[in-house]
């Protein structure tokens, strides 16, 4: 079975924090995602990588960067949290076009 | 912009009853995915649709795909409490580099 590990399920954070949100998969897949879901808006793409080092912005980068150091792992960070980035964070990683998903990191922005 | 349309959102049902999910999208795509979460879960793929005409189907769902029509069914026969959950579908840009979801459809099947 295919894993993704996403290292925290909640996190609380203050405004104006730095946080990480690290996530692992098991499966040598190439492409991985974050993902932020909000109710009545599905899930909104911020960044995805299609190999190590390489990262494309999704359609809501902004106030987020990523890291993808080694092929398994993804990173996504908040540069300096706010409010508004109190959310559902997912972390995917896919084969063929089927998307595998971690079990999503709650964070809340204080 | 692509944009993904599931209607309803909010779907209370009687067990033993069928119903269907239906999602609309804008642009021309061929694949399209559906996904069930459980409250507090993760996603979880249902089924994976790759072509104008493709219908899978798994124990009470069933999922089809009209890439003419920009649509793609979930069918539910004979609803249980089980199927509740929140379902979305997903239309696939970029051969699996870029999926846009719906906003999602909350079931809820009532015995």
């Known amino acids: 079975d295919v894993k993704v590990t996403q290292s925290s399920r909640y996190l609380v954070k203050r405004t104006g924090e730095k946080v990480f949100l690290e996530c692992v998969q098991d499966m040598d897949h190439e492409n991985m995602f974050w993902y932020r879901q909000d109710p009545g808006l599905g899930l909104r793409l911020i960044y995805f990588s299609y190999d190590v080092k390489m990262k494309e912005k999704g359609d809501i980068p902004e106030g987020y960067s990523v890291s993808r150091e080694k092929k398994e792992r993804f990173s996504l960070i908040l540069e300096s949290a706010s409010t508004n980035q109190t959310s559902m964070y997912l972390c995917?990683?896919?084969?063929?076009?089927?998307?595998?998903f971690g079990e999503g990191s709650r964070l809340t922005v204080l | 912009e692509l944009k993904v349309e599931q209607n309803p959102l909010f779907l209370s049902m009687q067990e033993g009853k069928n119903y269907t999910i239906y999602c609309n999208y804008s642009t021309t795509s061929d694949r399209l995915y559906w996904y069930r979460q459980d409250p507090g879960k993760s996603l979880e793929s249902l089924f994976v649709l790759l072509s104008n005409g493709a219908v899978k189907q798994e124990g009470r769902l069933m999922a089809s795909l009209d890439t003419k029509a920009r649509l793609s069914t979930l069918h539910i026969t004979a609803a249980v409490h089980d199927l509740s959950a929140t379902y979305f579908c997903?239309?696939?840009?970029?051969?699996?580099?870029?999926?846009?979801f719906g906003a999602g459809t909350i079931l809820r099947v009532k015995s």
């Open positions: 995917a990683s896919s084969f063929y076009g089927e998307l595998f």
């Open positions: 997903a239309v696939d840009l970029e051969y699996g580099n870029k999926l846009v």
